[in-house]
């Protein structure tokens, strides 16, 4: 891609004063920090939650989220298929709220927002988010199942059935 010689001019003219002019350097460093100190507040914010990246699942410090949320969306999508194939009943209708067209919807965010604001940010001592100890599992597993329930209910239709008798000629006697 060429380079237009009049941007190239203009350029060099810039290079040259923010070489020569402190308040050129300041404007300069300040262009180039302010995005990077966006970018690292974020990072160490409880939104960090989003970012977390782990050498795997596990490392020493415990289990990556993403490794967390899989698992729970796995057990909850299990629970769902136990309750469908279940022998003993005779009809099932699976009614899936908030969902679009009767499938799974996946609040996986709304799940780690939640559990980010209630042990991050509304308790005194905040706690690193991104990587789960067994005891920030737990919680995290709290919140998931407080925000996914299934349940279930069970309906019992009578119906009156009628007999009547008949004698050896196959006529009703009553």
């Known amino acids: 891609m060429p380079i237009n010689p009049a941007t190239l001019k203009v350029l060099a003219k810039v290079a040259t004063a923010a ?8 404007i300069i460093l300040i262009a180039c920090l ?12 409880p939104f960090a939650i989003f970012f977390s990246q782990t050498s795997g699942d596990i490392n020493a410090e415990g289990v990556a989220i993403s490794h967390t949320m899989n698992s729970l969306r796995l ?35 709304d799940v780690l927002i939640v559990f980010a604001v209630k042990y991050n940010v509304v308790e005194e001592n905040s ?14 597993e709290k919140v998931f199942w407080d925000m996914n329930t299934i349940t279930s209910e ?11 008798e008949a004698d050896e000629n196959g006529e009703s006697c009553h």
Request: hydrophobic fraction near 40%; avoid cysteine; glycine fraction near 2%.
């Open 19 to 26: 070489a020569t002019d402190e308040n050129a350097r300041q």
């Open 34 to 45: 302010v995005p990077l100190m966006l970018i690292l507040l974020v990072l160490a914010s």
């Open 75 to 109: 057990q909850f999508n299990e629970k769902i298929e136990l309750e469908k194939n279940d022998s003993t009943v005779d009809e099932i209708k699976v009614e899936l709220l908030g969902s679009n067209k009767n499938t799974i919807t996946d609040n996986s965010t």
């Open 127 to 140: 706690m690193q988010m991104a990587v789960l100890s067994d005891e920030k599992i737990t919680k995290l």
């Open 154 to 164: 069970i309906e019992i239709n009578e119906e009156e059935t009628t007999y009547t």
